[in-house]
């Protein structure tokens, strides 16, 4: 595995490690990106961080990297989706992330991320 492949799969680690730990830490503030309709809301943000944690590790660790880079392939399009579902709720937003213009930002650094993991994926 390259260098290249293996520094990107640290900084993603470190990313989903950050933000899965937040999520748990601090649920409260994670609970307003998940869509209104969505059932348990809280439960939901628990479970995202508890994935988020582990796929850090996994991508850690160069036998299961692989495998984390799939998953977080799978798990930063999932909340591209989501963000795109904030887009029905832009008007009279007040803060910049929650604008048509914030909300799109959102998805592409997400399927940024998600070109990372397939970066790594394929090694």
Do not use: C, Q
């Not at 036998?63 to 887009?87: C, E, K, M, N, S």
């Amino acid at each position: 595995m390259s260098l290249a492949v293996t520094v990107v799969a640290w900084i993603l680690a470190a990313l989903l490690l950050v933000v899965g730990v937040a999520h748990l830490a601090a649920p409260g503030k994670v609970e307003p990106l998940v869509p209104e309709w969505w059932p348990s809301k809280r439960l939901t943000v628990y479970v995202s961080g508890l994935a988020e944690v582990a796929i850090g590790i996994g991508l850690l660790v160069p036998v299961t990297r692989p495998w984390a880079a799939g998953v977080a392939v799978l798990i930063f399009l999932a909340y591209t989706l989501v963000h795109l579902d904030d887009l029905r709720h832009t008007s009279g937003a007040t803060r910049f992330g929650d604008t048509t213009g914030g909300v799109v930002t959102r998805g592409v650094v997400n399927l940024a991320y998600a070109g990372l993991a397939v970066f790594v994926l394929l090694g």
